[in-house]
């Protein structure tokens, strides 16, 4: 039966929703948005899935709206025919939740005492999924905009990672770049821990 995706879209829209009322309303946006220093002062901990679906500006709600249509929808289908159709689901929306949190985990042990800190978008979630479908398709090819160069997943990962990690420790912009690690990382772990057999046989067969 071919899966019916419906939760990578839900994802979408939530966040297309959440972003135009953030653009509009700056109120609604520093209520929403992450900040370590309220969550821990304050005990809004809600700020760890609601700043996922906020974003700084279009290009950044672009970027990730774009990353989660071509990634989120054949991680779902694979969730939907590993798992099946309910529990694949649930599995999908539980990954989504938890790399929320996992993703913001470096910026709040960093920033829990920073009261200027502010982070938002789903970079974080977005990378973690993307990363899980390296660990399962590590030959598939991926082309940017900006690089229209089809490559192999799991040489665009391990350059995404460099960058990241670069850009991190000379940290130039207020880009979150330690959730785009930390997203990334939940990817590989919980594909690693729950569908280890299906990666060795991708990297097998790549090799």
Known sequence: MEPQIYSTYILLGTMAIMSFTGFNNRDFM??????????????????????????????????NGI??????????KYLFNFYGPLPGEIIFWAFALI??????????????????????GLSGVTSAIL???????????????????PIPAWIFGLLYLAFEIYSDRNKKTTIAHDAHISGAVFGIIFILIT???QVIFAFQNLL
Do not use: C, W
């Open 30 to 63: 520093e209520k929403y948005l992450f900040s370590p220093y309220l969550v821990k002062h304050e005990k809004e901990y809600y700020r760890f899935i609601t700043h996922a679906f906020l974003h700084g500006d279009f290009n950044h709600l672009l970027f």
């Open 67 to 76: 990353t989660l249509f071509f990634f989120g929808k054949p991680f779902e």
């Open 99 to 120: 790399a929320m949190f996992a993703s913001s985990s470096i910026s709040y042990f960093r920033h829990k005492d920073n009261p200027n800190y502010r982070s938002l």
């Open 131 to 149: 990363f899980a479908m390296i660990m399962l398709a590590p030959s598939m090819e991926i082309a940017l905009i900006l690089l229209p160069i």
């Open 195 to 197: 569908n280890i057999e």
